[in-house]
């Protein structure tokens, strides 16, 4: 298939990566012409800052900008019969009814433009404003990885709220414990042996049967000292507000 990328940041660039090595991605457009050119140079791809030089020939156009920057761009986009799809986990595909052929091809990942990542087994969304659309974008899919879903607007929203928690939100956690252990003189790397163990054990069994820690024991003395602790060495963060927070919810969480 012929593809037009529309962005060149973390996700444009992964997916015209693991894209290119079965289609042929044509352009790519970017408002900063440098950041179009620097990824088409690498897909051997012709590069635009213009939207309006967009071609119209393509069969799929995948649009990956931020999500508040989709509507306005979809509203200058030049009219195509190739189909329209956005890579948001967010933004409804309604916005894309102008267009006769729409959907979603959402890589339910986190992406980096400079790290090597393997798409064999990311999970890619598919939504089609009919049949026929699904089916192309399902194709486009099956291409790159082993794992896909058909998923409405409802459903993806929900899911994205979910890897805000499991992704977004926990890395901000390391960031808080490298924090920490930072101030204890220790390295960030002797919590990797526990953190992989801890995300096995939640994916083999449950993350409810496998919580483990003080407020899963409910143990207040223990809490205590690590909230004095917090309060004493890291008030100005508001950490021990947040230790507080989130261990009551477990202890909410734990079944008598």
Same mark, same amino acid.
Request: aromatic share 6%.
């Given at each position: 298939?012929?593809?037009?990328? &529309? =962005?060149?940041?973390?996700?444009?660039? +992964?997916?015209?990566?693991?894209?290119?090595?079965?289609?042929? &991605?044509? +352009?790519?457009?970017?408002? +900063?012409?440098?950041?179009?050119?620097?990824?088409?140079?690498?897909?051997?791809?012709?590069?635009?800052?213009?939207?309006?030089? @967009?071609?119209? !020939?393509?069969? @799929? *156009?995948?649009?990956?900008?931020?999500?508040?920057?989709?509507?306005?761009?979809?509203?200058?986009?030049?009219?195509?019969?190739?189909?329209?799809?956005?890579? $948001? =986990?967010?933004?409804?595909?309604?916005?894309?009814?102008?267009?006769?052929?729409?959907? /979603?091809?959402?890589?339910?990942q986190t992406f980096t433009k400079n790290r090597d990542i393997s798409f064999n087994n990311i999970p890619i969304l598919i939504d089609g404003d009919k049949e026929s659309?699904?089916?192309?974008?399902?194709?486009? $899919? !099956?291409?790159?990885?082993?794992?896909?879903?058909?998923?409405?607007? $409802?459903?993806?929203?929900?899911?994205?709220?979910?890897?805000?928690?499991?992704?977004?939100?926990?890395?901000?956690? *390391?960031? /808080? !414990?490298?924090?920490?252990?930072?101030?204890?003189?220790?390295?960030?790397? @002797?919590? +990797?042996?526990?953190?992989?163990?801890?995300?096995?054990?939640?994916?083999?069994?449950?993350?409810?049967?496998s919580q483990t820690g003080p407020a899963s024991r409910d143990d207040r003395q223990t809490m205590q000292k690590h /909230?004095?602790?917090?309060?004493?060495?890291? =008030?100005?963060?508001?950490?021990?507000?947040?230790?507080?927070? &989130?261990?009551?919810?477990? /202890? =909410?969480?734990?079944?008598?």
């Open positions: 298939m012929d593809i037009v990328l &529309i =962005g060149a940041g973390n996700v444009a660039t +992964q997916l015209g990566f693991a894209l290119n090595k079965h289609h042929n &991605i044509t +352009q790519v457009f970017s408002r +900063q012409l440098t950041n179009a050119s620097l990824l088409a140079g690498r897909l051997n791809a012709k590069a635009t800052d213009n939207i309006e030089s @967009i071609s119209d !020939s393509a069969d @799929i *156009y995948l649009i990956s900008v931020s999500d508040d920057a989709i509507t306005p761009l979809i509203e200058k986009l030049p009219h195509t019969k190739g189909t329209v799809a956005h890579t $948001a =986990g967010s933004v409804s595909v309604d916005v894309l009814n102008r267009f006769e052929n729409h959907g /979603i091809f959402y890589p339910f659309t699904t089916e192309q974008l399902l194709k486009l $899919a !099956s291409s790159v990885t082993t794992n896909t879903y058909i998923v409405d607007s $409802a459903q993806r929203l929900l899911l994205h709220i979910a890897a805000v928690f499991a992704s977004n939100f926990t890395n901000h956690l *390391y960031h /808080i !414990s490298k924090t920490i252990s930072n101030s204890a003189e220790l390295p960030f790397d @002797i919590l +990797q042996p526990l953190v992989e163990e801890t995300v096995s054990k939640a994916f083999e069994t449950a993350p409810e049967s /909230i004095e602790i917090l309060n004493s060495s890291f =008030g100005d963060n508001n950490l021990a507000e947040l230790y507080k927070n &989130i261990s009551k919810r477990i /202890i =909410g969480s734990i079944q008598p």
